[in-house]
Nanobody
Framework: QVQLVESGGGLVQAGGSLRLSCAAS????????MGWFRQAPGKEREFVAA????????YYADSVKGRFTISRDNAKNTVYLQMNSLKPEDTAVYYC????????????????????WGQGTQVTVSS
């Protein structure tokens, strides 16, 4: 089992920045690929970013590429999502996920990725 707790969400104006954190406990953090997903009201959950076990590989949705950065600190059992140049369409509940397989789908096939999930943190971007 892995327990995930997100933090860092809040209300920010368009163009602003936020940094989300996800603290993990339980099994060995460094053996899990980590990801961030989000779900806006009335929409399906969508992939945002992912990072491999040691942080050597990162993946981003096209909608956030160049604005968001995922990173991890295995010594602190924490994964981060730095979000810059935020837009109102980034408004959503952001979820942290952990997957032990360290494999990453091509294209948009992320719907089955992630064995463990956090409770989410709300990000609201005002225009």
């Amino acid at each position: 089992q892995v327990q995930l707790v997100e933090s860092g969400g809040g209300l920010v104006q368009a163009g602003g920045s936020l940094r989300l954190s996800c603290a993990a406990s339980g099994r060995t953090f460094s053996r899990f690929a980590m990801g961030w997903f989000r779900q806006a009201p009335g929409k399906e959950r969508e992939f945002v970013a992912a990072i491999s076990w040691r942080g050597g590989s990162t993946y981003y949705a096209d909608s956030v590429k160049g604005r968001f950065t995922i990173s991890r600190d295995n010594a602190k059992n924490t994964v981060y999502l730095q979000m810059n140049s935020l837009k109102p369409e980034d408004t959503a509940v952001y979820y942290c996920a952990a997957d032990p397989r360290n494999t990453f789908p091509s294209g948009n096939s992320w719907s089955k990725w992630g064995d463990y999930w956090g409770q989410g943190t709300q990000v609201t971007v005002s225009s």
